[in-house]
């Protein structure tokens, strides 16, 4: 089962650069999820010492937690997804952001579950302050 994507919010992705730039030289991680189809919540995840990734995949194996993709930072710039991202990928979900730093506006990519890169509009759309984390 797969949710129609229309886009992101903007606000929700300038949290997620921001997040990404709070975080560096750490890699950020979390989880993406939708409401009427539009990506407007980030399902942060912990500080872990091992493997972000590892970790994101351990929370889409729960069972109440539902996205729509996943979402994490590159502090080595480079945005193109990892074998480790792409094992990801492939398990759940259809969007999936990697913000490369210095996480500026255009610092960023969205990727489908094969790690294609596909494109995913900025929406300006309001968001209730407590939905936003
Ligand atoms: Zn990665």
Redo the contacts with the bound molecule.
Sequence with gaps: MSVQIKGIAKETLDFILQVSKSTYPQEFAGLLQSKDGIITDILILPGTESSE?NAVLKLFMMPNISAVGSV?S?PSSVIR??K??LRLFSKTGTHHI?AGHPYGPGNWKCFNRKGEEISLQVLDVEIEEDELL
Excluded: E, Q, V
């Design positions: 990734i994490h590159h997804p990892s480790a991202d990697i």
